[in-house]
């Protein structure tokens, strides 16, 4: 059975991963994945106000030919994230994915802290490379 997905107010910004760094701030992972949709992929501090209102703090856009933030968790004593984001299909293929990458907040900016590949294989088969979009 697929997961029923939940239309939010963030048009064009498909979310695939979320984690709270503290009572109101937000990071949402999500974008188009590898497809060449248009929808770029990125993270996304918001803080969330009265209401559940949101408001954006700031991004930052994932290379172009990598996957959306697939998974996400946070660790908000030390205000870092920790997500899952395969490498370009390319780099798949050269045995090269970069797929557990770890950032932290600069000015509320999420900037890159390392990478780290976790799964040892070239075959593309082997990795969520492809979203298919939400199911409602």
């Known amino acids: 059975m697929r997961t029923r997905h939940t239309p ?3 048009s064009g ?3 695939y991963s979320s984690a709270f760094l503290s009572e109101n701030e ?4 999500g974008g188009g994945g590898t497809a060449k949709a248009g929808i770029k992929n990125k993270l996304r501090l918001f803080h969330v106000g009265p209401e559940r209102s949101l408001e954006i703090l700031g991004e930052v856009e994932l290379n172009i030919g990598e996957d959306a933030p697939m998974s996400m968790a946070a660790d908000k004593t030390a205000r870092t ?3 899952g984001v395969n490498s370009t299909i390319q780099n798949i293929e050269k045995g090269s994915n970069e797929n557990c990458r770890v950032y932290t907040l600069k000015d509320n900016i999420p900037v890159s802290l ?3 590949g976790t799964i040892p294989t070239s075959d593309p088969s082997d990795y969520q490379i492809e979203s298919h979009g ?3």
């Open 8 to 10: 939010h107010s963030l």
């Open 13 to 15: 910004f498909p979310v």
């Open 26 to 29: 937000l990071v949402l992972g």
């Open 81 to 83: 994230i920790v997500c």
């Open 114 to 116: 390392r990478t780290r």
């Open 134 to 136: 939400p199911v409602f």
